[in-house]
């Protein structure tokens, strides 16, 4: 966690080589991610793309979304989280490895 604030939270977060984060949503919140270091190979709505160090995701809000790291090397990413509420029961997940609800 950098920062928690009432109208944002921002954190760093690093995926390992062959690591995912679920398939999920959220109904308070979106997200912008920037890429910082590795590849991340996000999903957004169905449509499959790879990032780069310093491009951004934008992720609106209720927008299915995924990140991965398809690479040999840590992922690391920015996320800024922006809306009315940022706890982790706004998470919805659908798809998930570790069988989070």
Do not use: C
Not at 83 to 95: A, L, N, P, Q
């Amino acid at each position: 966690m950098l920062e928690d604030t009432d109208t944002h939270k921002v954190k760093k977060i690093k995926v390992n080589p062959g690591g995912k984060l679920s398939y999920q949503f959220h109904h308070k919140r979106a997200e912008i991610w920037t890429i910082v270091k590795g590849v991340g190979r996000v999903t957004l709505e169905g449509a499959i793309k790879d990032y780069h160090p310093g491009e951004v995701v934008q992720i609106p809000l209720m927008a299915k979304h995924r990140i991965q790291n398809p690479g040999e090397e840590e992922l690391e990413f920015v996320e800024v989280q922006h809306g009315t509420y940022f706890g982790e029961d706004d998470i919805v997940r659908i798809e998930d490895d570790y069988n989070r609800k």
